[in-house]
């Protein structure tokens, strides 16, 4: 077995979506809150554009970089969105963001490089670092301050190897969304800033700005998966400075060949026809968030921070139990419900749970009161 796979910890949302799985096909009923899947469906227009591809024949190998008209428009989406100028040329589309990721890293990192991640963080951050021969450094975000990134911890974790920061806004799983102050003093450290922006569109409270207003020496991680209600389709992209497009287009033409070619079509529909099918989903997110965030309190969880963007929750569990993965294992065992635990995502977020709205509000109103039930049956605080 090779070495690299041992440096790498399993994804525990996903261990308790497959445990979750076995118990429904043993005929136990569960309440996903666990996974960050859109509960939509994908927008008929996206269907559509994709169904359309097939038939024309839209079935066969693309440039390893994506199509030439998909990278113009998501160049154009970014202008659009954020008035900043990314050249076609930047873009690089994968079959995912995860892949996009394993590319940039790829093309970035030498052995032993350093990449600065908050903690809390994605689960598969440092995994991806350390399967590439890079190594994760941590700095500790705050819930009181609304999990801002400080400058002066971010100065304190840095080595002279350290060649990279990562920024996630809005985050998971803590749904912040880091200011535009915020973003802007980034931009002054002397590093590679990686900013994974795949939640973009899905904001509550204020607005998410990309990277790319406050500096252009910086990689974006984005997406289909979240916005467009696109998961299983599997189309992400990075926006890269130039320099860094062809060593990346050389592990993709290696490792993953291209995109599909259809679901590259369907992407082009999304960009160009499904703003509206977004603003009505984000406003079934907006509702759901109404009314997990108050019915969470009222059944004890605590919350330092109200969650601004994305679709999660990361809920204090202390009251109830400091080993937030035994206690993600007990809800889903005994009252059915699944959620994440913290621990998941770095030390940080122990004693906590992830808590995901997006689930039908009235999966959420029954996950609730299975947890009420459970929770009250079985009273205890940690010890």
């Not at 032993?112 to 590439?132: Q, S, T």
Request: hydrophobic share 45%; net charge negative; aromatic share 10%.
């Amino acid at each position: 077995m090779g070495s690299r796979t041992d440096r790498l910890s399993p994804f525990l949302v996903m261990e308790i979506l497959e445990r979750a799985g076995e118990l429904q096909r043993a005929g136990t009923e569960v309440i996903h809150l666990e996974v960050g899947e859109p509960d939509f469906p994908t927008p008929e227009c996206i269907r559509e554009a994709g169904l359309e591809a097939i038939r024309r024949g839209h079935t066969r190998y693309t440039p390893s970089l994506g199509l030439p008209e998909l990278r113009e428009a998501i160049a154009e989406d970014y202008r659009r969105r954020y008035g900043v100028a990314v050249s076609p040329e930047q873009v690089v589309v994968t079959s995912g963001t995860s892949p996009a990721l394993l590319l940039l890293f790829g093309a970035l990192l030498e052995p032993g490089d350093e990449v600065l991640l908050p903690d809390p963080h994605y689960a598969c951050y440092p995994n991806f670092i350390r399967f590439l021969e890079g190594q994760p450094v941590f700095f500790p975000l705050r819930a009181a301050e609304g999990y801002q990134y400080d400058r002066d911890r971010i100065r304190a974790a840095r080595t002279p190897r350290t060649v990279a920061l990562m920024v996630n806004s809005p985050a998971n799983p803590t749904g912040a969304v880091l200011s535009r102050e915020t973003l802007a003093a980034l931009a002054e450290e002397d590093l590679w800033l990686i900013s994974d922006e795949i939640y973009h569109g899905l904001v509550y409270e204020g607005r998410a700005h990309s990277i790319l207003e406050f500096t252009d020496r910086a990689f974006v991680l984005n997406g289909f998966s979240k916005r467009y209600a696109m998961t299983g389709w599997r189309l992400g992209y990075v926006i890269a400075p130039l320099p860094f497009i062809r060593p990346m287009q050389i592990m993709a033409q290696n490792f993953f060949i291209s995109p599909a070619d259809f679901v590259q079509h369907a992407g082009l529909a999304a960009l160009r026809q499904a703003e509206p099918d977004v603003q009505r989903m984000v406003a079934e997110y907006a509702r759901r968030r109404a009314f997990l965030l108050p019915a969470l309190q009222a059944l004890g969880f605590g919350l330092d921070t109200l969650p601004a963007g994305a679709y999660y929750v990361l809920a204090r569990a202390e009251r109830f139990s400091r080993d937030s993965r035994s206690l993600a294992q007990e809800l889903l065992e005994k009252a059915h419900v699944a959620v994440t635990p913290g621990i998941d995502f770095g030390p940080a977020a122990e004693g906590y749970l992830r808590f995901s709205y997006a689930n039908s509000l009235e999966n959420l109103q029954a996950g609730i009161a299975r947890l009420q039930a459970y929770l009250a049956a079985s009273p205890r605080e940690a010890g």
